[in-house]
């Protein structure tokens, strides 16, 4: 019999929770946004606009925590040989199901781990954010019970798996040979915010490794804030979501603790009060999330341990981020943006089509 | 006889809708499941507890796991 894995145990899931619910919010205090400790979504946003492929010029800068988090995972992968290279599971759905997953999520200004970490700082705006995200990982199950699947992947060559990990790597250079230059807005070919959420960032190597840190934790634990509600919902387990709610839990005591818990729904950082929105953002995000079989967090967890098809997923989140600001589809602090809205109508009919079309039996 | 289901290369839910499926409507007492991942490996064996049913034996196979469940 294999050894044991202690963190896929209830205790484990519930460790590797609160163990997020606290380092979150003290990334905040160490300079990240405001309810934004950790965001797979926002981040990826801000690696996406340090590149150029938008120029929003308040949220740019490359993110130590996601790189952090892939190869947290990826070490995690090599010590306990679970590193296996994979790919071939309709990788170009994959890439859609992220942008789409992306444009909703930027909609509502957060992704299912922003949406934890809103609510447990008080931003009651989350609340409609949680429920669309239920509605649309509810409509997700519905697809699957039907036979909806991606297709099998294929074992491939360790060089496949790397890709994801060096283009992270690639990004952490980048940053050590262009770093930072106050209030310059460009340093070497990185952008970098000078006012914004983009402008507000913990120490990189605190960041960094906090994220190596939660992506190590995060691997051998399989956690996943998609996967808690959909295992709920399609099979009536609880062992993914007793780590969702210890992480909120965690976040709203770590918050009162260092005094960064504030209720209200107005004036909430980098939020909008538009309910409906909020609403149907998550809802597309969810839904793209249950179709792509994973969180934001999830898909770059398991991009560590050799996933090319998750991979594809993270590609497809940057450059619907770009998509996302260059077309005018993110919201902002004063509501949805100006093509928001046909773009979530887009986003839906392009899931709906995906789930309804991609039915054949597993062969 | 044993019921097989062959999960290898799917993502998560999907060996465990299989593997439910068969524990649900199979008429075998015995099922051997398939993975290639630790996770679905994980996955698969808590689904099967939570249905009542014994987990009789985990062995590597080949790239994965071959996972033998039976039902009481």
Sequence with gaps: ?363 | MATTVDARGLSCPQPVIMTLDAIKKGKDKEIIVFVDTDTSKENVTRAAESQGCRVKDVSPEKEGYRITITKD
Aim: with cysteine.
């Design chain 1, 1 to 363: 019999m294999p050894v044991k894995n202690f963190f896929a145990t209830r205790w484990g899931i519930i460790g590797v929770g609160t163990i997020i619910g606290i380092l979150a919010p003290l990334l905040q205090k160490l300079g990240n946004p405001g309810n934004m400790g950790i965001c797979v979504a926002c981040f990826e946003r801000d690696i996406s606009g340090a590149l150029g492929l938008h120029r929003a010029d308040v949220v740019q800068y490359m993110r130590p925590e996601i790189i952090g988090f892939v190869l947290g995972s990826l070490i995690a992968a090599y010590i306990f040989k679970e590193f296996r290279p994979r790919v071939g599971s309709s990788p170009i759905v994959r890439f859609v199901l992220g942008a789409f997953a992306m444009i909703g999520a930027l909609v509502f200004l957060g992704c299912p781990w922003r949406t934890l970490l809103r609510l447990a700082g008080g931003d009651g705006n989350a609340i409609l954010g949680l429920l669309g995200l239920i509605f649309g990982i509810w409509i997700g199950t519905l697809f699957l019970k039907n036979g909806y699947n991606l297709g099998r992947t294929q074992p491939t060559h360790t060089t496949a798996g790397w890709m994801l990990p060096l283009i992270m790597l690639g990004f952490l250079v980048l940053m050590i040979v262009f770093p930072q230059i106050p209030n310059e807005a460009k340093s070497g070919v990185l952008f970098y915010s000078l006012k914004g959420p983009g402008a507000m960032h913990a120490p990189l190597f605190v960041a960094l490794i906090i994220g190596l840190g939660v992506g190590f934790l995060a691997q051998r634990s399989r956690f996943c804030t998609m996967g808690a509600i959909r295992d709920a919902v399609l099979f009536g387990q609880t062992h993914l979501l007793s780590g969702f709610i210890s992480l909120i839990l965690f976040a709203f005591l770590t918050n009162l603790v260092l005094g960064q818990f504030k209720p209200g729904f107005a004036g909430q950082p980098v939020a909008h009060t538009q309910h409906v929105w909020n609403f149907a953002g998550m809802a597309l995000a969810g839904l793209a999330f249950a179709l792509a079989g994973g969180c934001p967090g999830r898909q770059l967890f398991l991009s560590g341990e050799g996933d090319g098809d998750a991979a594809i997923f993270v590609l497809g989140m940057i450059v619907g981020a770009g998509f996302s600001h260059n077309f005018g589809l993110a919201s902002s602090p004063n509501g949805v943006g100006p093509y928001g809205i046909p773009a979530m109508v887009i986003g839906f009919l392009v899931c709906l089509f995906i789930g309804f079309t991609m039915r054949k039996k597993a062969v």
